[in-house]
């Protein structure tokens, strides 16, 4: 499948790239975090566990074992505070 990826913030800083197109074989949110983390370095650093960030699919946040979809959009972005 092909997923439309989106960074914000901090991350998209920290992986010099806002968006991207990514072909991917596994089945959940798990499996594509395990498949960013193993680009090494900064990826791995920033999404490992313990790490605070989210992940939305389609624009609805989802946990780690959501089913992917093939053409969905995909962002990952530091939790936000409100006041």
Do not use: K
Not at 48 to 65: E, Y
């Amino acid at each position: 499948m092909t997923l439309h990826m989106l960074y914000f913030a901090r991350l998209r800083e920290r992986f010099g790239v806002g968006e991207e197109s990514l072909l991917f074989d596994g089945a959940t949110v798990a499996d594509l975090l395990g498949v960013l983390r193993a680009r090494g370095g900064t990826w791995a650093d920033e999404l490992a566990p313990g790490r605070s960030f989210r992940v939305a699919m389609n624009q609805d946040l989802v946990t780690l074992d959501t089913p992917l979809a093939d053409a969905a959009e995909v962002a990952i972005f530091p939790p936000v505070t409100g006041g």
